[in-house]
T-cell receptor, first 112, second 113 residues
Framework: GQSLEQPSEVTAVEGAIVQINCTYQTSGFYGLSWYQQHDGGAPTFLSYNALDGLEETGRFSSFLSRSDSYGYLLLQELQMKDSASYFCAVKDGSGGYQKVTFGTGTKLQVIP | NAGVTQTPKFQVLKTGQSMTLQCAQDMNHNSMYWYRQDPGMGLRLIYYSASEGTTDKGEVPNGYNVSRLNKREFSLRLESAAPSQTSVYFC????????????FGEGSRLTVL
């Protein structure tokens, strides 16, 4: 089966940088995604890593190390609106390539 | 462009009642998914469909059935609802390609009394 581990909560100061880690175990790994979800809303896609290394999208960056089964989401220049839950998700090959499994999420609180 | 549309948005059921959650996407995506999310928890995969005509079980399929009616529509049925199925249900879809991006509906909030 698949399992993903993330910290349950993180608190950071507005304007600072925060890193949210994700470790995973899966039988057939194809990629790691990150999603943001505000309270009461639907998850929205942030980034995707299929290969090792860093992907940058504006203030958000995501990193993947397939050999370590590890990735992280880096949020820079934190804003109050970044307060939300962040989920990592793996796309794996068992059961037909398109299966996507989510972690339990990290609740980020940005404080002034 | 509607994206992924779920109905109903809210529903209250009594234990033992049945209901179907409807999901439709207008992005010509091949893969569709049903997740449930309980308070303070992540999204748990119930069923998914990699393409029209195929469905597969996810992490928590017990008590649910699905139908991939056509490429656009993927429904989730609760045959005999239980209080443990009180949750927010999200439908999602994904197209071909290697971006890994899922597009989610707004969610269906189900309460089973």
């Amino acid at each position: 089966g698949q399992s993903l581990e993330q910290p349950s909560e993180v608190t950071a100061v507005e304007g600072a940088i925060v890193q949210i880690n994700c470790t995973y175990q899966t039988s057939g790994f194809y990629g790691l995604s990150w999603y943001q979800q505000h309270d009461g809303g639907a998850p929205t896609f942030l980034s995707y890593n299929a290969l090792d290394g860093l992907e940058e999208t504006g203030r958000f960056s995501s990193f993947l190390s397939r050999s370590d089964s590890y990735g992280y989401l880096l949020l820079q220049e934190l804003q109050m609106k970044d307060s939300a839950s962040y989920f990592c998700a793996v796309k794996d090959g068992s059961g037909g390539y398109q299966k996507v499994t989510f972690g339990t999420g990290t609740k980020l609180q940005v404080i002034p | 462009n509607a994206g992924v549309t779920q109905t109903p948005k809210f529903q209250v059921l009594k234990t033992g009642q049945s209901m179907t959650l409807q999901c439709a996407q207008d992005m010509n995506h091949n893969s569709m998914y049903w997740y449930r999310q309980d308070p303070g928890m992540g999204l748990r995969l119930i069923y998914y469909s990699a393409s029209e005509g195929t469905t597969d079980k996810g992490e928590v399929p017990n008590g649910y059935n699905v139908s991939r009616l056509n490429k656009r529509e993927f429904s989730l049925r609760l045959e005999s609802a239980a209080p443990s199925q009180t949750s927010v249900y999200f439908c999602a879809s994904k197209g071909r390609g290697n971006t890994g991006e899922l597009f989610f509906g707004e969610g269906s909030r189900l309460t089973v009394l």
